[in-house]
């Protein structure tokens, strides 16, 4: 079990765009260390730039903190579809402690991804499964809550998380 340290905003590498993760590469320890340290966190993703490692790979489990747990791995994760309709929904991040923000986002995606076994993966995700992959897959791109807000609100939860103890 390997804990890994979180990096916080606003540490460039989470500005950064990740590289593909290439077929041959071995990131199964990567991946079990990612969910020790999403699940000991505590959060429901987490992103391999989140950890310093400047691969487009993320983590999410959407459930395990209400019922039986259901963790899934997104290597080259990519969009294909996204809804027109959009929602707010309340956002935190383990990179920017204690600051929730309010984000807008389409209400479902269809993402292509290849999994831990290399298999590739398609599926449309709903809910919170499609705000949690959209908030990882930004982390990927070098994108925070923050570049989602309007100048005011960002102003706004800047100061707030400048203010943290
Ligand atoms: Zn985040």
Redo the contacts with the bound molecule.
């Keep these: 079990m390997g804990i890994l340290p979180i990096l916080r905003w606003p540490d460039t590498r989470l500005e950064t765009v990740c590289d593909p993760v290439e077929p041959d590469e071995d990131i199964g320890r990567l991946i079990i260390d990612m969910f020790d340290t999403m699940y000991d966190a505590p959060g429901r993703?987490l992103?391999a730039p989140?950890v310093g490692v400047m691969k487009r790979l993320f983590v999410i489990d959407v459930t395990w903190k209400e019922a039986q747990p259901s963790p899934v791995v997104f290597v080259n994760p990519k969009i294909v579809e996204a809804s027109e309709s959009r929602s707010d929904a309340e956002e935190a991040?383990?990179?920017?402690p204690s600051i929730t923000t309010i984000i807008t986002r389409p209400d479902w995606v269809i993402m292509e991804w290849t999994d831990a076994q290399g298999e590739t993966q398609r599926q449309r995700l709903d809910g919170a499964w499609a705000r949690c992959a959209q908030?990882?897959l930004d982390?990927l791109n070098g994108i925070?809550?923050f570049d989602r807000l309007d100048a005011p609100a960002r102003h706004a939860a800047e100061a707030q998380y400048a203010v943290q103890p």
């Excluded at 991040?93 to 920017?96: F, G, K, R, T, V």
Aim: charged letters at 10%; glycine letters at 8%.
């Design positions: 993703g992103a989140q991040c383990l990179s920017i908030h990882e982390h925070v809550t």
